[in-house]
């Protein structure tokens, strides 16, 4: 029997999750409602509500007369606009459940049901991504032979992270400073609320980094699922092992091999699910999304694309194909299941484990390089999220000041976004938790950052898709220069345990 590709599977997932939800966009997006009179709370003479994906209105008419109005206006994540609830929560507890009941839309209605769905799709990848990752992480490493070898190759993997990160904030900042997208709009900017985060300096966040890499207790970091103390620990493990020698490296070796192998095929099964985790994923983004602010933050929003569309469709194809010595065309081909997933999901962590089975058996990369690599990437390597943060901070400054930035300040831009960037968690909307530290570090209104929240969830799917195509990308560079190569140097027919179906 016929059967598509896993590629064109996630693909065709995408388009009617994503028509589906516009329908209910469209038709179904607004809904203007008052509470009954019995289901008032005591003191309440009316409350009025007008849901829609635009903007959420509440106004609440006391017996007194006093008139409490809340007005959410932009495009907001349906949690994000939930939380401004507490402004007349604090007043008018049973505001939630009311609202829950008698103000939502249909189109956010289905369209959080849908959300749920899809994120029981990203638990059961988040499920695998630990085992996988430590797993993955030991038969590499052990399979060096030597430990030495680790040193090459975290150092050409370093390096080619800060560079194409690099390569990508100053893409950004060219394409910035031609569009001037902050100097093009009507917006006045006075900003919505920015997110409830610390403030902090560019040296906590590093600090704190390095302290992640040494975790206090290695149980508790697998089960909290912080990336970067698993893997310093499997890395420490695996290295102390081939240095002990003998039977206890055969019997350790031995040992992980088979998890892993378990592991892979546990992922698969996982990865089959795919299209139907992003249908639903596409069809809640679709359908709680308006289209209004996209007017205002257009020149925003096609700055952030063109710099991010460069990067991914010329920078990083060059590399591949200079440095790399691989087909860029041949290589996204293998690796669309992952960058389709990335996209749909915005989430780099979640992917993972769909990354790495698309490098490993798809595009042929062998697992002691992609088995260290891609989690290290998934943890460091931003490049979409750095160029986003570096273009994003300029557009605020055009927006607040009038003018551009002077080349002095850019310069300070570009170089805390590329650190700030390590410090990006591979989760949804991470990219503006770490802007605050680069707009403290240029002098700019933290508040202001609620211009573009707006607009985070379109951009934040991009920049993800960018960030796993990087990672990625960065699989191939190193196996190239890695002297252990495996036989699989091209792209493999058709292994046994290959997710991409036949097609008969």
Same mark, same amino acid.
């Given at each position: 029997?016929?059967?598509?590709?896993?590629?064109?599977?996630?693909? $065709?997932?995408?388009?009617?999750?994503? %028509?589906?939800?516009? +329908? @209910?966009? =469209?038709?179904?997006?607004?809904?203007? /409602? &008052?509470?009954?009179?019995?289901?008032?709370?005591?003191?309440?003479?009316?409350?009025?509500?007008?849901?829609?994906?635009?903007?959420?209105? $509440?106004?609440?008419?006391?017996?007194? %007369?006093?008139?409490? +109005? @809340?007005? =959410?206006?932009?495009?907001?994540?349906? /949690? &994000?606009?939930?939380?401004?609830?507490?402004?007349?929560?604090?007043?008018?507890?049973?505001?939630?459940?009311?609202?829950?009941?008698?103000?939502?839309?249909?189109?956010?209605?289905? %369209?959080?049901?849908?959300?749920?769905?899809?994120?029981?799709?990203?638990?059961?990848?988040?499920?695998?991504?630990?085992?996988?990752?430590?797993?993955?992480?030991?038969?590499?490493?052990?399979?060096?032979?030597?430990?030495?070898?680790?040193?090459?190759?975290?150092?050409?993997?370093?390096?080619?992270?800060?560079?194409?990160?690099?390569?990508?904030?100053?893409?950004?900042?060219?394409?910035?400073?031609?569009?001037?997208?902050?100097?093009?709009?009507?917006?006045?900017?006075?900003?919505?609320?920015?997110?409830?985060?610390?403030?902090?300096?560019?040296?906590?966040?590093?600090?704190?980094?390095?302290?992640?890499?040494?975790?206090?207790?290695?149980?508790?970091?697998?089960?909290?699922?912080?990336?970067?103390?698993?893997?310093?620990?499997?890395?420490?493990?695996?290295?102390?092992?081939?240095?002990?020698?003998?039977?206890?490296?055969?019997?350790?070796?031995?040992?992980?091999?088979?998890?892993?192998?378990?592991?892979?095929?546990?992922?698969?099964?996982?990865?089959?699910?795919?299209?139907?985790?992003?249908?639903?994923?596409?069809?809640?983004?679709?359908?709680?999304?308006?289209?209004?602010?996209?007017?205002?933050?257009?020149?925003?929003?096609?700055?952030?694309?063109?710099?991010?569309?460069?990067?991914?469709?010329?920078?990083?194809?060059?590399?591949?194909?200079?440095?790399?010595?691989?087909?860029?065309?041949?290589?996204?081909?293998?690796?669309?299941?992952?960058?389709?997933?990335?996209?749909?999901?915005?989430?780099?962590?979640?992917?993972?484990?769909?990354?790495?089975?698309?490098?490993?058996?798809?595009?042929?990369?062998?697992?002691?390089?992609?088995?260290?690599?891609?989690?290290?990437?998934?943890?460091?390597?931003?490049?979409?999220?750095?160029?986003?943060?570096?273009?994003?901070?300029?557009?605020?400054?055009?927006?607040?000041?009038?003018?551009?930035?002077?080349?002095?300040?850019?310069?300070?831009?570009?170089?805390?976004?590329?650190?700030?960037?390590?410090?990006?968690?591979?989760?949804?909307?991470?990219?503006?938790?770490?802007?605050?530290?680069?707009?403290?570090?240029?002098?700019?209104?933290?508040?202001?950052?609620?211009?573009?929240?707006?607009?985070?969830?379109?951009?934040?799917?991009?920049?993800?898709?960018?960030?796993?195509?990087?990672?990625?990308?960065?699989?191939?560079?190193?196996?190239?220069?890695?002297?252990?190569?495996?036989?699989?140097?091209?792209?493999?027919?058709?292994?046994?345990?290959?997710?991409?179906?036949?097609?008969?």
């Amino acid at each position: 029997m016929f059967k598509l590709a896993l590629h064109w599977q996630i693909l $065709i997932g995408m388009i009617i999750g994503a %028509g589906i939800g516009l +329908t @209910l966009n =469209v038709t179904l997006s607004q809904r203007e /409602s &008052e509470v009954p009179e019995a289901a008032l709370p005591d003191g309440v003479a009316s409350i009025k509500m007008f849901d829609s994906v635009d903007v959420v209105e $509440i106004t609440v008419t006391d017996d007194d %007369g006093a008139v409490s +109005t @809340l007005l =959410v206006d932009g495009m907001k994540p349906p /949690s &994000e606009a939930y939380a401004t609830l507490d402004k007349l929560a604090a007043k008018h507890p049973q505001i939630y459940q009311l609202f829950e009941t008698y103000g939502r839309s249909w189109a956010r209605t289905l %369209g959080e049901a849908a959300n749920a769905i899809g994120k029981l799709f990203l638990r059961l990848l988040q499920m695998v991504a630990v085992p996988l990752i430590v797993t993955s992480l030991m038969t590499g490493v052990l399979g060096l032979g030597h430990a030495e070898r680790l040193g090459r190759m975290f150092g050409r993997t370093i390096l080619y992270y800060m560079s194409t990160s690099l390569i990508a904030i100053t893409t950004g900042l060219i394409l910035v400073n031609i569009i001037n997208p902050g100097l093009n709009t009507g917006l006045n900017p006075q900003g919505g609320e920015a997110p409830d985060v610390a403030a902090g300096n560019l040296g906590d966040v590093l600090f704190n980094q390095l302290k992640t890499m040494i975790p206090p207790n290695p149980i508790a970091a697998l089960a909290e699922g912080n990336f970067l103390s698993i893997i310093a620990f499997s890395l420490a493990f695996a290295i102390f092992a081939l240095l002990v020698g003998g039977k206890t490296t055969e019997l350790l070796t031995e040992f992980f091999n088979a998890a892993f192998e378990v592991m892979m095929r546990m992922t698969m099964a996982i990865i089959r699910l795919a299209p139907v985790g992003v249908l639903f994923l596409m069809l809640y983004v679709t359908a709680t999304q308006g289209i209004g602010v996209f007017g205002s933050l257009f020149w925003y929003m096609l700055t952030v694309f063109l710099a991010l569309v460069f990067h991914a469709f010329v920078t990083l194809p060059l590399i591949l194909a200079f440095v790399a010595r691989r087909n860029p065309w041949e290589y996204i081909k293998a690796l669309s299941p992952a960058l389709l997933t990335a996209f749909s999901s915005a989430s780099s962590n979640a992917t993972l484990p769909l990354t790495m089975a698309c490098v490993e058996q798809r595009a042929g990369v062998s697992n002691r390089v992609s088995s260290f690599v891609l989690p290290l990437g998934a943890t460091v390597n931003m490049d979409g999220t750095a160029l986003y943060e570096a273009v994003a901070v300029l557009f605020i400054a055009q927006l607040y000041r009038g003018e551009a930035l002077p080349i002095t300040q850019q310069i300070v831009v570009a170089l805390t976004a590329l650190l700030a960037s390590i410090g990006a968690a591979g989760i949804p909307h991470a990219g503006l938790v770490m802007m605050v530290i680069i707009l403290q570090a240029v002098g700019l209104p933290l508040e202001l950052q609620g211009i573009i929240i707006a607009v985070d969830r379109v951009l934040d799917m991009c920049r993800t898709s960018v960030n796993v195509w990087s990672d990625a990308c960065g699989c191939a560079v190193v196996s190239r220069f890695e002297t252990q190569q495996t036989s699989k140097q091209a792209f493999p027919e058709q292994p046994e345990h290959e997710f991409e179906e036949s097609k008969s």
